[in-house]
């Protein structure tokens, strides 16, 4: 309980509702009660957290191809943060503390523009190269239609991408990696965007290669 000490229009100490009323130096002030904070680290809260982090680790060093390959699908939310969302409902296994990604579960690109077919990577003389199968004519497919790639490597958090890259009809597309990359686990990712932009290939995991 507060207690006025010279009147009505005076100052006031102790506790009145949410302020409090002290003194200093014959100065009278109020302050606010501070706030009761729940628990910031529960399990559930901690889980989500560390969920959020190990996906925020993997997608960010392709955040430029997820721009383009996650367009279509940023409906009040940004093609990354559309990612993100998929990301943390599909591609995370294991339980608290120990999740992991499930690489092959990442999409860089998502839509359905017809994906790559019988796509497949290689490494040779510090390169990566892709190739897949010309199937232009199936479905929505276009021989125009540029290839959206992805070169992870989560040992460095970096990555190399490609958001026109070689068109459908070429069939392959090789990148040169970084020569401090050798012995590094590279994840692969190949997806198609079409000649205007307006329709996308959900990307294919094409596996592991090293230097």
């Known amino acids: 309980m507060g207690t006025i000490k010279q009147g009505i229009l005076g100052g006031f100490s102790g506790k009145v509702g949410t302020v409090v009323g002290a003194s200093w130096k014959g100065i009278s002030y109020m302050r606010s009660l501070p706030q009761k904070v729940k628990n910031p680290r529960t399990d559930g809260q901690m889980s989500q957290r560390t969920k959020f982090a190990l996906t925020l680790g993997v997608l960010k060093p392709m ?3 997820l721009r ?3 367009k279509l699908f ?3 939310q940004t093609p990354f943060n559309a990612a993100m969302s998929y990301t ?5 296994t294991g339980a608290y503390p120990d999740y992991e990604i499930d690489p092959a579960k990442v999409l860089v690109s998502r839509g359905a523009l017809t994906t790559a ?3 497949s990577v290689k490494s040779e003389n510090g390169n990566i190269i892709f190739s897949w199968d010309d199937n232009s004519g199936v479905n929505s497919a276009k021989q125009t239609d540029k290839a959206l790639i ?6 460095k ?3 190399i991408t490609d958001t026109a890259g070689a068109e459908r009809s070429e069939g392959t597309q090789t990148l040169a990696l970084p020569a401090d990359w050798a012995d590094d686990e590279l994840h692969t990712y190949l997806g198609f ?4 932009g307006k329709e996308i290939a959900s990307s294919v995991y094409l596996g592991v290669v090293s230097l």
């Open 117 to 119: 077919a019988n796509a």
């Open 193 to 196: 965007i079409s000649e205007d």
């Open 68 to 70: 383009t390959g996650w």
């Open 88 to 92: 943390l409902a599909n591609a995370i």
């Open 157 to 159: 958090g970096e990555a």
């Open 63 to 65: 955040t430029a191809l």
């Open 74 to 76: 940023a409906n009040k």
């Open 150 to 155: 992805a070169v992870l490597n989560p040992a």
